[in-house]
């Protein structure tokens, strides 16, 4: 339930050739407190609920708990959410050992797409793609809980 993972901006679109999944992503916030969120999240046909705690101080390490919910319990649950909902499309790319989940952001967070890749532990080395830029692990206003309140298009 330890959550490890790296972001990093994208510089251009040449992982979509390299993809082998690709899922629409729509989901709200119940809670963004900064010591923890709760997210539900409709990713293809399928609903979850998440439970995020707050990062370490790198903000490479978290709690995360996720459990897979009915999707009219998904679709409910996302009617009671504060303000912001996100709305996305996540492309998986195999890199080496690795598994990127690319996200492109729409509506209010058009022209932002992060990359995140998961790890067994902080120290880990992965390689890193051509098409991933700048790391902006630990940046919070990069979390999906911050971009729902403080969207892209402001910044």
């Not at 992503?25 to 439970?51: A, D, S, W, Y």
């Not at 490479?60 to 303000?83: G, N, S």
């Not at 700048?134 to 979390?143: A, F, H, P, R």
Request: charged letters at 35%; aromatic letters at 10%.
């Amino acid at each position: 339930m330890i959550e490890i993972e790296r972001k990093f901006l994208v510089k251009n679109d040449s992982y979509k050739e390299l993809a082998f999944s690709e899922k629409r992503i729509v989901q709200g916030f119940l809670n963004t407190h900064p010591e923890r969120t709760v997210r539900v999240r409709i990713k293809g046909e399928k609903g979850f609920l998440t439970i995020k705690g707050k990062g370490n101080s790198t903000g490479t390490t978290r709690f995360e708990w996720e459990k897979e919910i009915a999707l009219p319990e998904a679709e409910a649950l996302l009617k009671l959410c504060e303000e912001g909902v996100i709305a996305k499309k996540r492309y998986e790319v195999k890199v080496a050992d690795h598994i990127f989940e690319v996200d492109e952001f729409y509506d209010n967070n058009k022209g932002l797409t992060i990359a995140e890749v998961e790890l067994t532990d902080e120290q880990e080395n992965f390689l890193k793609p051509d098409w991933v830029g700048v790391e902006v692990t630990g940046e919070i206003k990069y979390y999906n809980s911050q971009l729902s309140r403080n969207p892209y298009k402001d910044w």
